[in-house]
């Protein structure tokens, strides 16, 4: 089951490793999309929000995000630009640590896990590496993050993913809607709207 055409907003719960939620908007832009949202929730006992706005080409390759940040440690802005190619800048200084990613992946959204699916277009039974631009939500701190997704089959409202994340020694199984967006991943969150 391919995806199909994008939708205008959706957001999620968070779940388990925090309490808040995710609102999202996405807007057309040219030949590829804009996403705005913000993404708010109490971890640990403290509160944190980031908004943030993620431009991505025809082939959902992440070309830029700005994102602002909240936080009991005040509030942060980063900047990031890339080429399509997996040449990336921080803020305009050149981050070769992060060569090689095509995808942008925020700590604190459900969403971010759309592009690379999208992007890839796996069949079923396929998998692929794809290495991310992570930002951390506390302090938008931001280092690669090496990434692994592998296509199971098509569920009853969309595609299903083995999703594995092994710095953190963190594997689920995730599932999306006929738009490409995640609509469960387990211990994080769960699709509101």
Known sequence: ???????????????????????VFLH?????????????AVEDGKP????????LDS??????ARLVGWSTGGMREV???????????????TAPELDGCLDVDLESSALTNAFPVRRLGLGTGERAEAPAVYVRATDLAVERLEQRYARLDDGAHGQRYAY???????ECELSYDAHGLVLDYPGIAVRAA
Do not use: K, N
């Open 28 to 40: 057309a832009d040219g030949a590829g999309c804009r996403v705005e949202g913000a993404t708010t």
């Open 59 to 64: 082939g959902w390759r992440a070309r830029s």
């Open 79 to 93: 900047g990031l630009e890339g080429d399509g190619a997996g040449r990336w800048w921080i803020d305009g200084q």
């Open 1 to 23: 089951m391919p995806f199909g055409a994008r939708i205008v907003s959706a957001a999620w719960q968070h779940r388990d490793a925090r309490a808040g939620f995710e609102v």
């Open 48 to 55: 944190w929000s980031v908004r943030y706005s993620i431009s």
């Open 164 to 170: 594995a994340a092994p710095r953190f020694a963190f």
